[in-house]
């Protein structure tokens, strides 16, 4: 597709449940980022995936978050056992490699944990 | 230790009047980049402007330019000419290092209300 796309849209699950949301980034960027937007508030960096490089997990809250990229393409952002505080917007961004490229969001999963 | 700071939680401007939005960083790398999204009410962020460490000149998009005060640290937006359609969140955010390889840091915004 012609821009970053995030499924589902929308996400309402119980707590202590696992959730799965995926991110397509534009063909051809390298670069790949998870962020959390709780309502009203910053981003919060979660993950950055770079070409084959490692990923920086630094952002990640807790060991219930993980994130994979298959491929170099399609990413999965896992929350396991879901609580009530990781309601929140969660956004995806890709860039093409370049100090000076903007990243392109997605329109975000809205989780909310019930 | 913040990487980027807004300090200004919500600014109002009147209609066709210009307004600046604060933005300071906090780096040791002397090569970094520094960007400004813009967030309406639908929740996409629009990619406005973009400043390199290196850059001689102030960036100007349009309406927007940066104010690019590099021994402050600074780098604050200034959109002229305030229409209504500007009220929205405005994230300041930095990438360090040169080619890209590291991560994009946001600060924690600035909701714009434009008044009629």
């Known amino acids: 597709g012609a821009g970053v796309s995030q499924s589902p849209s929308n996400k309402v699950t119980e707590k202590g449940k696992d959730v799965e949301l995926r991110c397509d980034p534009i063909s051809g960027h390298t670069a790949l980022y998870w962020y959390r937007q709780s309502l009203g508030q910053g981003l919060e960096f979660l993950i950055y995936?770079?070409?084959?490089?490692?990923?920086?997990k630094s952002g990640l809250p807790s060991d219930r978050f993980s994130a994979e990229r298959t491929g170099g393409s399609v990413s999965t952002l896992t929350i396991q056992r879901t609580q009530q505080e990781d309601s929140a917007v969660y956004l995806c961004?890709?860039?093409?490699?370049?100090?000076?490229?903007?990243?392109?969001f997605g329109q975000g999963t809205r989780l909310t944990v019930v | 230790a913040q990487k980027i700071t807004q300090t200004q939680p919500g600014m109002f401007v009147q209609e066709k009047e210009a307004v600046t939005l604060d933005c300071t960083y906090d780096t040791s790398d002397p090569s970094y980049g520094l960007f400004w999204y813009k967030q309406p009410s639908s929740g996409e962020m629009i990619f406005l402007i973009y400043q390199g460490s290196y850059d001689q000149q102030n960036a100007t998009e349009g309406r927007y330019s940066l104010n690019f005060q590099k021994a402050r640290k600074s780098a604050n937006l200034v959109i002229s000419a305030s229409q209504l359609g500007d009220s929205a969140m405005y994230f300041c955010a930095m990438r360090e290092g040169a080619g890209g390889y590291n991560k994009l840091i946001f600060g924690a915004g600035t909701r714009l209300a434009v008044h009629p």
């Open positions: 961004a890709s860039s093409s490699r370049g100090g000076s490229t903007e990243a392109f």
């Open positions: 995936f770079q070409g084959n490089s490692a990923p920086d």
